[in-house]
């Protein structure tokens, strides 16, 4: 396979995937198992709810770096880190912005002499020991040249040190996590149709000012033609058609509209048809006989007929007007 490693590569994953046996076998199946996660999970057939994590930037940042080998004494090189935290803390600079002042390609690496010269604008001064030391823990490309000022200003200049922010601070996300969208009660708009008719009225009218064909809003979801398209598609094609509708129109039409089959599914060809009247009829070449003028475009929308009660109020003020015009002579067309 082309697949170079180094004796201690190989060793250590003899180490990790030998078997029991006095001959020291070497799981394979085990050790396929694990690469293969960079695709699929071993038994998701059994169950299919599983969600497979995808590949991100830190799952191959060990491979995708080059640390230069030598002495690295952790208990040395943290108190130096821990006085640039104090002087960046004190002096209150923000590090990274100058490294990128010599990162021209945007890359995350400086030369070794940009490195060290930004370090002296915190003055602070180590033993040569202990500054090759700090550059070889932030050389990562495998030569001698090149450091990554990224990771050393997460330890030294991160958010949460400079300006006390970040997801710990953040009590948000216990209320609110990433994967639950915040609920809002807003509507856009409100209008209440009598019924289905009334909102099919409304629509004629809308397509037909603006010359919408409206479906070719929805056939782009419905990839095998089948008129049928899910409840969320056939909310996103009106609002790619522009026709902004209330819930409760939206909820009509869900419900008139509704596809003989599982789950919640529109039928949007028979919605089509139903607009499209506005226009035309379909089979009219069957049938030339067909009325064409009897499309309902006119619309109530919570308009009610008056009460009785309602015209005796609306008869009473109207003869105390009549009253007020007759003794004071005047002419009421003249004030409007």
Not at 31 to 59: Q, R, W, Y
Request: hydrophobic share 35%; aromatic share 10%.
């Amino acid at each position: 396979m082309n697949l170079n490693l180094t004796e201690n590569e190989f060793e250590s994953l003899h180490e990790k995937y030998q078997t029991n046996d006095p001959e020291k076998f070497f799981n394979y199946k085990a050790f396929i198992a694990n690469i293969n996660k960079a695709f699929t999970i071993k038994g998701i057939d059994k169950n299919p709810e599983v969600t497979v994590a995808p590949i991100v930037k830190s799952d191959t940042l060990l491979a995708r770096r080059k640390y230069l080998g030598g002495r690295s004494e952790e208990e040395e090189i943290q108190p130096i880190l821990e006085e640039y935290r104090t002087a960046v803390q004190n002096k209150r600079i923000h590090l990274k912005p100058v490294f990128q002042d010599f990162d021209i390609t945007k890359n995350g690496h400086v030369t070794k002499a940009q490195f060290l010269r930004v370090l002296d604008l915190l003055k602070i001064a180590a033993p040569d020991n202990i500054t090759m030391m700090l550059l070889r823990r932030y050389m990562d490309k495998g030569n001698l040249d090149e450091v990554n000022y990224v990771d050393f200003c997460e330890e030294v200049d991160n958010e949460t040190m400079l300006f006390g922010v970040g997801r710990d601070f953040n009590h948000s996300f216990e209320y609110f996590p990433k994967t639950m969208a915040r609920v809002s009660n807003a509507e856009i708009i409100r209008n209440t149709p009598q019924g289905v008719e009334d909102c099919l009225a409304r629509l004629r009218v809308l397509c037909k000012q603006q010359r919408i064909r409206i479906g070719e809003f929805f056939r782009d979801f419905d990839k095998l033609r089948s008129g049928f398209i899910t409840k969320s598609q056939f909310r996103i094609g009106l609002n790619m058609a522009k026709v902004q509708i209330s819930s409760q129109e939206f909820e009509l039409l869900s419900k008139e509209f509704k596809a003989p089959k599982e789950g919640e599914h529109v039928c949007w060809k028979d919605f089509v048809d139903r607009v499209d009247e506005v226009f035309t009829k379909k089979n009219l070449e069957k049938d030339n006989d067909i009325d064409l003028n009897d499309v309902r475009t006119q619309t109530i929308y919570s308009k009610q007929d008056p009460t009785e009660q309602d015209c005796q109020e609306v008869k009473d003020i109207v003869e105390r007007f009549k009253e007020v015009i007759r003794k004071n002579r005047l002419d009421a067309k003249s004030f409007f």
